[in-house]
Nanobody
Framework: QVQLVESGGGLVQAGGSLRLSCATS????????MGWFRQAPGKEREFVAA????????YYADSVKGRFTISRDNAKNTVYLQMNSLKSEETAVYYC????????????????????????WGQGTQVTVSS
């Protein structure tokens, strides 16, 4: 089993920055692609960003391109999401997700964008952007 714990959320003014972290524990060698999703009140969970196991490939929702950066440090079993120029409409609970090892080796890039292909989820961290 793999456990994911997010941190770094909080309250920030519009235009500000936050850095989220997702620490993995347990059978960490079992993880492959990792991603960040978010869910605002009354809305469906949506894709934000994802990264391949090696970190060589990254994927972003169009709405965050150029402002958010996903990265990972496999030695520390941690994935990061640097969020800059935050907007009030990005207020949401942000979730970290991980896929089983080797899974995405058989998937095309499009699979990174869909939450149903991830196997493990964190509890989420609240990000509130005030206008």
């Amino acid at each position: 089993q793999v456990q994911l714990v997010e941190s770094g959320g909080g309250l920030v003014q519009a235009g500000g920055s936050l850095r989220l972290s997702c620490a993995t524990s347990g059978r960490t060698f079992s993880t492959d692609a990792m991603g960040w999703f978010r869910q605002a009140p009354g809305k469906e969970r949506e894709f934000v960003a994802a990264i391949s196991w090696s970190g060589g490939s990254t994927y972003y929702a169009d709405s965050v391109k150029g402002r958010f950066t996903i990265s990972r440090d496999n030695a520390k079993n941690t994935v990061y999401l640097q969020m800059n120029s935050l907007k009030s409409e990005e207020t949401a609970v942000y979730y970290c997700a991980a896929a089983e090892a080797g899974k995405f080796a058989y998937y095309s890039a499009s699979h990174y964008y869909y939450n149903r292909y991830y196997d493990y989820w964190g509890q989420g961290t609240q990000v509130t952007v005030s206008s």
